[in-house]
């Protein structure tokens, strides 16, 4: 497909542009930006997000090649998640993204 065709509804990158937008995928992305984290540590950090949903979120995440997940064979279960080297080319994009909206959260709500 060439580039610039994101606004064909078939075209794979809109799928992953959906995904990656997303609160959670963004919160979860920049959240891992600075070390590896387990399930609940990340669920700590992001905050508010449910166990259901931040298990589908790692899941798109790992999917797409962005998140990847490390399960050790212990009793009771340790699995990490980190960055792939994919996941931290795309971090400083999402995170520019957030710290311009926290930057302007003042006119975005009419402040300024």
């Known amino acids: 497909m060439v580039?610039?065709?994101i606004f064909?509804?078939?075209c794979p990158?809109?799928?992953v542009l959906r995904r990656v937008t997303n609160r959670w995928s963004v919160l979860v992305l920049i959240a891992l930006r600075e070390e590896t984290l387990r399930f609940s540590a990340l669920r700590r950090r992001v905050g508010e997000v449910s166990e259901r949903m931040l298990a589908?979120?790692?899941k798109q995440l790992e999917a797409d090649g962005?998140?990847?997940r490390v399960a050790h064979p212990v009793v009771p279960p340790h699995v990490d998640y980190s960055l792939t080297p994919l996941g931290r080319e795309l971090v400083p994009k999402v995170?520019?993204?957030a710290d311009w909206i926290e930057e302007n959260i003042g006119r975005?709500?009419?402040g300024d």
């Open 3 to 5: 580039r610039g065709e």
């Open 8 to 10: 064909a509804v078939e």
């Open 13 to 15: 990158s809109r799928a």
């Open 56 to 58: 589908q979120t790692l």
């Open 66 to 68: 962005f998140v990847k």
């Open 95 to 97: 995170a520019e993204l």
């Open 108 to 110: 975005i709500r009419g």
